[in-house]
């Protein structure tokens, strides 16, 4: 099944941190905090939200054809711009160094959770298992445009995080190419997770937020339940769980 199982500390408690689980999946009994990302299972313990599921086993005429008209008319218009696409399949420090600080000045434009050091330490735990995939489009004069970091694990890949730089801040010649270069660097992507042989590519959680929602769905694939979240698995875990659910609610 595909199933991605990492063990790590969180509140100096240990944890498991399971993703795409499609059957409970065994849960060693020294862990005292369990973590789920999307799994298939459901559970009244875990957040239910929703995904979209591409079919990486269709053939690249039927994923194209899948498309919105409007993304495949934004796609070929990116066909014509000269983008550098840079994979990195077990990135380095440096790359995840690079990352970190190009999403920051994403999320802090856009009131997002920046990537802490907690936060990098997770990735580098995946990456240590051989299981990100770090991508990049740049223009043709170097400057970085976007970036998508992916998990990629068992011939299943989901979309992990994604930055972009904001077209006030580029030059008038970078304005056109900035408006493709997410969809262009998805859809490179897509075909090459599919080369790799990946069968499924989560989209990551399909919000509530018109644009973003619009843009996941116009890949084309299927809607389907997730559930994420932690289950604790001893008293102490539970309340430091009731604890840091608190602190959330109250800087809101």
């Known amino acids: 099944m595909f199933i991605l199982s990492i ?5 100096n408690i240990a944890m498991q941190h399971i993703y795409f689980a499609e059957k409970p999946a065994n849960i060693r009994k020294p862990m005292n905090l369990v973590c789920h990302t999307h799994s298939l299972v459901p559970s009244r313990k875990l957040a239910k939200s929703e995904t979209v599921h591409i079919r990486l086993t269709d053939n690249e005429r039927t994923m194209y054809a899948a498309l919105s008209k409007n ?10 711009e ?54 990049e489009s ?11 970091l992916d998990i990629v694990h068992a011939n299943k890949a989901m979309s992990y ?7 006030s801040s580029m030059p008038a010649h970078l304005k056109r190419p900035i408006r493709y ?12 997770l599919k080369q790799q042989g990946c069968l499924v590519y989560d989209m990551g959680e399909l919000t509530d937020i018109k644009n973003i929602r619009e843009f996941k769905l116009s890949f084309g694939g299927q809607v389907v339940d997730v559930y994420s979240g932690f289950i604790a698995q001893s ?18």
């Open 82 to 135: 000269a983008y550098q696409m840079l994979l990195y399949e077990k990135p380095s420090e440096e790359n995840l160094r690079a990352f970190q600080h190009f999403y920051n000045n994403f999320a802090k434009r856009k009131k997002l959770e920046q990537l802490s050091k907690s936060h990098m330490e997770s990735i580098s735990l995946i990456n240590n298992k051989g299981a990100l995939l770090l991508s």
């Open 161 to 167: 995080y994604v930055a972009t730089c904001h077209p």
């Open 138 to 148: 740049r223009s043709n004069c170097g400057q970085t445009l976007c970036y998508r």
């Open 235 to 252: 008293k102490i875990s539970a309340l430091l769980l009731g604890v840091q659910k608190w602190r959330k609610q109250q800087l809101k």
């Open 71 to 80: 993304n495949q008319k934004m796609l070929r218009r990116a066909q014509q």
């Open 7 to 11: 063990r790590s500390k969180r509140w």
């Open 181 to 192: 270069a997410n969809r262009f660097l998805l859809w490179h992507n897509l075909l090459h």
